[in-house]
Every structure is written in structure tokens, then in C-alpha cells.
């Protein structure tokens, strides 16, 4: 009787830890699942969708005029040999694929690799193998600048034409922009986004034509629905969170004037002609509140060229 006794207690000291077990992860899972809404749904922000997009209807027109824009691209093939080799980026596609295949791939792979964090320590060389050597050793992620210029570089060495584009909004004392790729696709003759940063997103219309920056600001304006692939996969056009970010990040844009191999690698490259020119395009009437010395144009047809 006294050994029953024993293997009773054992056996309901069992069923105790299994319900426990059972409870905790149901509580997890519901957690989890709010978690998750609370990150793609950001209430606050989806309030604000509206009135970003009246400031991009309401804001100065863009006009031509007289400036000269020149946006270049400065190849160094030793350096894209380098880079192609460290990284094995001819195992990321197929050598004949149509260029966004090949641009979509590095981008799962940066997208992927590295998550989106505001890093505490600057990286000592922000170059492609530098910050992937940080991303090791020193911390696993960092921002959207940082994930734009590691993507710009790896597509430059694959061959693949491509920009990186601050995005700004109209208010000043909101320090938050954002950074993104612009790949040019010789197929079909047009600049189209993609964002490495958060998860890695790009944009398409109702009708899954890629979208440049250019054209996403236009259908904000027209009230017209956009398809945004988070993760790279299937298309929503569900509020959330980035739709109402971008349309608050698409109301004046800069870039570099020449695009190259450690861009902004002050360490390793100090003196570069590569960074003696940096162009904003802003709406009539609208002053860029940075501390660059801007080349300033109201032309879209210059600036998207």
C-alpha cells in the first residue's frame, strides 16, 4: 500500500508539471500572437496615415528647373572581385537571371542575416565586408542606413546598378528618416525600391508592377492602393505600421551625387571626390533642415533620372 501511495504522488506530481507546462505555453502563444499584431498594427502611427498624406497633397509643387543633376556611379572591379568572392554572391542566384531576381536574392540574404537595431557603437569600417565583420564580432545588427549601404555595395559588385536614397519627412523635429535601395532594371527601363532593413520589404501596385520611391509618393497623393511584401513574400495592402512610415518618409529625398565602394567609409577611404556632391529633391517652398550642403532641385525627371 505504502509503494501505490508513493507511485500515486509521483503520478499526479506529473500531471501537475504536464498542466502547468500546458498553461504556460497557451499564455506564451497568446503572448506571442499579440506580440506580433502589436508590432505589424502600430495604432498610433496608422492614425497619423491620414494626416502625412495630406501633407504630400498639400505641399509646394515639383517644377523643372535649371540646375544640373549628374548621378553617377564609380566602379572599382578589384574591389567587386573582393567582394563577390567574400561573400559567394554567385551562389545567391543564377548567373542568367533577369536582375530584380538577382537584387532580390542579395537582398533575403542581407534581410535575412541581419536585423534591424539602432547600434549603440558606429562601426569602425562601413564598407559590405566591414559591416558584415561587425555584424560577428561586435554586434548581430544595425539600422536602415547601414543595411542600405551593405546592400548598395554588394549589388555594385554583382554589376547591378543601384542608389541608396534617404527618405525624409516635412517635420524637423521628427529625427526619424529613412534609408533605402533604389535598383535600376534594364529590362523594363525603371528604378524600383527595395528595403533590406526590418524584415526587408518592396512594393508593387494592385496589379504586382515593382514600384520605385518616385511612384509610391504618386499613389500616396492619389489615394491609390499599394502592395507592400514584408519578408519578401506575399503582397498586403493592409494598413500597418511601414505603410503609414513611408508615407511619412516620402515627402523629400536626398542622395549622393556619385555612388561608389566605400561611400561613406570615412576610415578607410577619408578623401573622396565620390563625396563632393549631394543632391535633395524637396517641394516648392519646403527648406532641408540637415547640415549638408545640398544641391538643391524641385525637377523629379532630374533627380529619378
Not at 262 to 290: C, K, T, V, W
Request: glycine share 6%.
Amino acid at each position: 500500500m505504502k509503494a501505490l501511495r508513493i507511485i500515486w504522488r509521483i503520478f499526479v506530481g506529473i500531471l501537475a508539471v504536464i498542466g502547468a507546462a500546458t498553461v504556460s505555453l497557451f499564455t506564451f502563444l497568446k503572448v506571442t500572437k499579440y506580440y506580433e499584431i502589436s508590432i505589424n498594427v502600430n495604432e498610433s502611427t496608422i492614425a497619423l496615415f491620414d494626416e502625412r498624406v495630406e501633407l504630400l497633397r498639400t505641399c509646394g509643387a515639383y517644377s523643372a528647373d535649371s540646375e544640373f543633376i549628374d548621378i553617377t556611379h564609380v566602379q572599382d572591379m578589384e574591389r567587386a572581385d573582393e567582394i563577390m568572392k567574400y561573400f559567394q554572391l554567385d551562389t545567391l542566384y543564377d548567373a542568367e537571371a533577369p536582375t530584380w531576381e538577382k537584387a532580390l536574392a542579395i537582398g533575403r540574404f542581407i534581410a535575412f542575416n541581419i536585423p534591424h537595431d539602432n547600434q549603440k557603437e558606429w562601426p569602425e569600417h562601413v564598407n559590405a565586408i566591414g559591416l558584415w565583420e561587425y555584424t560577428k564580432n561586435v554586434a548581430p545588427a544595425f539600422n536602415c542606413r547601414l543595411h542600405s549601404i551593405m546592400t548598395f555595395e554588394l549589388l555594385h559588385a554583382a554589376g547591378i546598378k543601384a542608389r541608396y536614397i534617404t527618405c525624409l519627412p516635412q517635420d524637423k523635429n521628427d529625427p526619424d528618416c529613412h534609408v533605402v535601395n533604389e535598383v535600376w532594371l534594364p529590362e523594363t527601363g525603371q528604378w524600383v525600391m527595395l528595403d533590406t532593413d526590418m524584415g526587408g520589404r518592396y512594393v508593387t501596385d494592385t496589379e504586382g508592377n515593382l514600384l520605385s520611391l518616385r511612384q509610391m509618393r504618386e499613389k500616396y497623393i492619389k489615394g491609390e492602393k499599394m502592395l507592400f511584401y514584408h519578408g519578401f513574400e506575399k503582397g498586403s495592402s493592409k494598413m500597418d505600421h511601414y505603410y503609414a512610415y513611408m508615407a511619412k518618409n516620402t515627402y523629400w529625398f536626398c542622395c549622393w551625387g556619385a555612388l561608389g565602394f566605400y561611400q561613406e567609409d570615412y576610415n578607410s577611404l577619408p578623401e573622396s571626390s565620390m563625396r563632393n556632391r549631394y543632391y535633395a529633391l524637396i517641394p516648392e517652398g519646403f527648406e532641408p533642415f540637415h547640415s549638408r550642403n545640398y544641391t538643391i532641385t524641385h525637377d523629379p525627371d532630374k533627380f529619378w533620372k
